[in-house]
């Protein structure tokens, strides 16, 4: 729901772009990228004004709703649901 993007392992994610060690933000970055097919932080290296920037960027895509997973993960993330129904 989007509610649970909002407040899921998105958000998380995004909060670890802020994170002053660089392995965080490359993880952070690779994993947005590979959830939601979208990289907003192409330079997880970048200086801190431009990481910002690009925070800033998708924390708003974020409270916009624009933030969603790909339709894989959605398929996934169904087929679990699905399977935790069951029993």
Known sequence: ???QVKSGAIAR???WLK????DYRVLAAHNLWEIT???LMPNPAASDSVR????LNWQKRLDSGD???K????REEEKEREGDAKG
């Not at 994170?19 to 660089?22: A, F, M, R, V, W």
């Not at 910002?52 to 925070?55: D, E, L, Q, S």
């Not at 339709?71 to 959605?74: A, M, V």
């Open 37 to 39: 097919g979208k990289q």
């Open 52 to 55: 910002r920037i690009n925070v």
């Open 13 to 15: 994610l995004i909060d």
């Open 1 to 3: 729901t989007p509610e």
């Open 71 to 74: 339709k894989r993960e959605r």
């Open 67 to 69: 933030l969603q997973l």
């Open 19 to 22: 994170n002053d060690g660089l």
